[in-house]
């Protein structure tokens, strides 16, 4: 199997390790809380293991193009999150569950996006130039998008202990160690298959960290169904107003095809991989955001199935 194939499947493998999940949990409840302490691990190697697939050492080239990035910034840093204010309006009358859309319906993907723009006949070139400019900016911009949609009392809830841990272990600590696996690769001419091969692990990891959840969360789960309906309509119409947007931003700013079909699988697909941590790590009774986190990034790669076909022969021919 190519890695192309890996990740042309990855719903199904995804689908398939939730669900062997679940009937671990049913059926051996201990296993699933044992398999919990695993989870940190699995998700630290994640989260490193993704992060190296971004160029970090090349932040300067996403200012090559000022076109291409003012579009990106503006939709994905302004305009989207206006969108997602409205859309948390329609959203059930739950604190937790508008949290989880925000904390993963506000930040843009830094990976998937890049894979799903190549697929798609998009500017390769452009995506990668922006992707660590976007991580640099969703992590600095994520707790002020919080405080301002969700409010200050519930922005001082969230800022525990335990959240900084997660943040500092799970986000900034596997992306130091990205950095400097890029600065080791670049200085050998010998080593560039390193990051070729940690591009193979984000798929078969985040199978694992999904069926972790699962099993350890089995109950959760179960008794999360009754949100699923609203978050399903939620979430695909957040894919409709990116598309919208993606189209209107590339049109505003005379992109080619090319580059906006970049924007759209870019203000598309979420960071579901780095804001997991974090709402792991919030204080008891806030474990539903988990449930929608997870449950928006199956809804966007079922998404993103249709826009590999939509994007390209029919948003952006």
Not at 32 to 61: N, S
Request: glycine share 6%.
């Amino acid at each position: 199997m190519t890695r192309q194939s890996l990740e042309k499947y990855q719903v199904l493998i995804y689908l398939a390790s939730i669900s062997a999940g679940l009937i671990i949990g049913f059926i051996s409840p201990e296993t699933g809380a044992a398999l919990e302490t695993a989870l940190w691990y699995v998700l630290g190697a994640l989260i490193y293991a993704t992060m190296t697939q971004i160029p970090l050492t090349h932040l300067r080239d996403a200012f090559a193009d000022a076109r291409f990035l003012a579009a990106a910034v503006i939709g994905n840093f302004i305009i989207l999150p206006l969108a997602v204010w409205g859309l948390i309006l329609l959203a059930p009358d739950n604190s937790v569950v508008r949290l989880g859309i925000a904390m993963v319906l506000l930040v843009p993907c830094t990976d998937w996006f890049i894979t799903f723009t190549h697929l798609g006949g998009g500017d390769t070139k452009s995506a990668i130039a922006f992707a660590p400019l976007s991580l640099l900016l969703q992590m600095l911009l994520l707790p002020l998008y919080l405080w301002v949609l969700l409010g200050g009392e519930m922005a001082i809830t969230l800022a525990t202990g335990d959240m900084l841990k997660a943040f500092l272990g799970l986000i900034v600590l596997p992306l130091l160690a990205a950095l400097a696996t890029e600065r080791w690769v670049e200085s050998g001419s010998n080593r560039a298959f390193l990051i070729e091969r940690l591009g193979w692990l984000p798929v078969p990891l985040l199978a694992i960290v999904v069926f972790i959840i699962a099993a350890s969360q089995v109950y959760l789960v179960a008794g999360s169904v009754a949100w699923l309906s609203p978050l399903l309509l939620i979430f695909g119409a957040f894919l409709i107003v990116a598309s919208a947007i993606a189209r209107s931003m590339a049109a505003l700013f005379r992109l080619p095809a090319r580059q906006g079909r970049a924007l759209a699988f870019s203000f598309g697909t979420r960071n579901s991989f780095v804001v997991l941590p974090l709402a792991l790590a919030l204080p008891p009774g806030f474990e539903v955001a988990v449930v929608v986190i997870v449950f928006q990034s199956l809804v966007e790669l079922f998404g993103m199935a249709i826009y590999l076909w939509w994007v390209p022969q029919r948003l952006f021919p």
